[in-house]
């Protein structure tokens, strides 16, 4: 993996909401343990950081403020000097400062991980990706459910996930794993 000197993190919708049983069953269930890992290695190299919270709107949804499923998962909050993004829909580009953000630091390369593959983190990743930064997406530390199609067929978690990584791939960026970021931030150190 090509990692630039001028590459920041986004953590997309890390929140406790997600771990609600009305989502149905869920994909990867690595992703938190992979995320980690990634935020960790990460935040020792002193590059840029964004952490995404969706602020939700609907008067139903666990991801509302004043919920406890708003707060982001354990480890996952923003440490000391890293920016606090609240977003009400599916793009972390829209009503947030994150592009200016982005520009003002000079980043030229996003990565993005969070939840879910086919929400909030397609939809800004294929942002980050029309806006002109270089696109990584760390697959195996997002994920996602099932959806049922317009004609009632129902696509299990892990088929979303992988349709929409390998769209993402097709058309906007790179899917990648952690392991492939760790040892890019790795030899970029050495």
């Known amino acids: ?7 920041a ?3 997309i919708d890390v929140q406790q909401g ?4 009305s989502w149905g069953p869920r994909n990867n269930p690595h992703m938190e343990a992979h995320a980690l890992q990634l935020l960790a290695a990460w935040r020792r ?12 709107r609907s008067p139903t949804s666990p991801l509302r403020p004043g919920q406890p ?3 982001l998962k354990p480890g996952f909050e923003p440490l000391a000097g890293e920016p606090l993004l609240t977003k009400t829909v599916n793009s972390a580009f829209i009503g947030t400062d994150l592009e200016a953000r982005l520009r003002a630091a000079g980043v030229r390369q996003v990565v993005l991980f969070g939840i879910a593959t086919d929400m909030c983190v397609s939809t800004t990743a294929r942002m980050a990706a029309n806006l002109g930064f270089d696109l990584v997406v760390v697959g195996d530390a997002c994920h996602t459910w099932a959806q049922r199609a317009p004609d009632g067929t129902l696509f299990d978690a892990d ?5 929409h990584l390998a769209t993402l791939a097709t058309e906007f960026g790179r899917v990648v794993d952690t392991a ?11």
């Open 1 to 7: 993996m090509d990692l630039h000197d001028r590459a």
């Open 45 to 56: 190299s002193g590059r840029p950081l964004v952490i995404v919270r969706h602020d939700s």
């Open 180 to 190: 492939d970021v760790l040892r890019a931030l790795a030899a970029r150190a050495a």
């Open 9 to 11: 993190l986004i953590s």
């Open 69 to 71: 499923g708003n707060a």
């Open 159 to 163: 088929t979303m996930h992988r349709v």
């Open 18 to 21: 997600f771990d609600d049983p």
